[in-house]
T-cell receptor
Framework: AQSVTQLGSHVSVSEGALVLLRCNYS??????LFWYVQYPNQGLQLLLK??????LVKGINGFEAEFKKSETSFHLTKPSAHMSDAAEYFC????????????FGTGTSLTVIP | SQTIHQWPATLVQPVGSPLSLECTVE??????LYWYRQAAGRGLQLLFY??????ISSEVPQNLSASRPQDRQFILSSKKLLLSDSGFYLC????FGKGSPLHFGNGTRLTVT
């Protein structure tokens, strides 16, 4: 079975501060991990993904995430928050061949304070 | 890369009326297709997914149904809408292959009155 836990449904940071959004997963198979961003009334946009290889993954808009197998974590970070980063962020996991389900966390709403 | 078209963008329907939401995909063939629902301020709920024409898996018992009449067309339907069917409906697709991500359409905001 696979599941995702996102700690903190709401996170607030000041503009220019570090962004850290937490994601922990459980998976009985080697996981494929994803972070998505959703702006109001829009679909989800892929930020970055981990499949195999380098555990530090860089994505769009300056975000990156590190896969830590020992901690079953895939936290999303950005060194300096921008006002345009305010959005909902979702972590997701799938495993094995596509056709399996994607399991999403409940999301974290990021507020950036000017 | 894939492009997902969903329409309409917004829809207001009375309780008891039928529903048909359509999703079409470009830029890929034989994709896996998904319908998700997102209630206000909530996460994503998987409703249906399909690995091929006519093959539909339902994840949540409800008064909704899905069909896939063509390879890149996925339709979400209801014969009689309930108030609880209100939400944001998202169509998504993924290619075959390990680690292929989901790609989402822009969604349909459904309000049942």
């Amino acid at each position: 079975a696979q599941s995702v836990t996102q700690l903190g449904s709401h996170v607030s940071v000041s503009e220019g501060a570090l962004v850290l959004l937490r994601c922990n997963y459980s998976s009985s198979v080697p996981p494929y991990l994803f972070w998505y961003v959703q702006y109001p009334n829009q679909g989800l946009q892929l930020l970055l993904k981990y499949t195999t290889g380098a555990t530090l993954v860089k994505g769009i808009n300056g975000f990156e995430a590190e896969f830590k197998k020992s901690e079953t974590s895939f936290h999303l970070t950005k060194p300096s928050a921008h006002m345009s980063d305010a959005a909902e962020y979702f972590c997701a996991v799938t495993g094995g061949y596509t056709g399996n389900q994607f399991y999403f966390g409940t999301g974290t709403s990021l507020t950036v304070i000017p | 890369s894939q492009t997902i078209h969903q329409w309409p963008a917004t829809l207001v329907q009375p309780v008891g009326s039928p529903l048909s939401l359509e999703c079409t995909v470009e830029g890929t063939s034989n994709p896996n297709l998904y319908w998700y629902r997102q209630a206000a301020g909530r996460g994503l709920q998987l409703l249906f997914y399909s690995v091929g024409i006519g093959q539909i898996s339902s994840e949540v018992p409800q008064n909704l149904s899905a069909s896939r009449p063509q390879d890149r067309q996925f339709i979400l339907s209801s014969k009689k809408l309930l108030l609880s069917d209100s939400g944001f409906y998202l169509c998504a697709c993924t290619d075959f292959g390990k680690g292929s991500p989901l790609h989402f359409g822009n969604g349909t905001r459904l309000t049942v009155t």
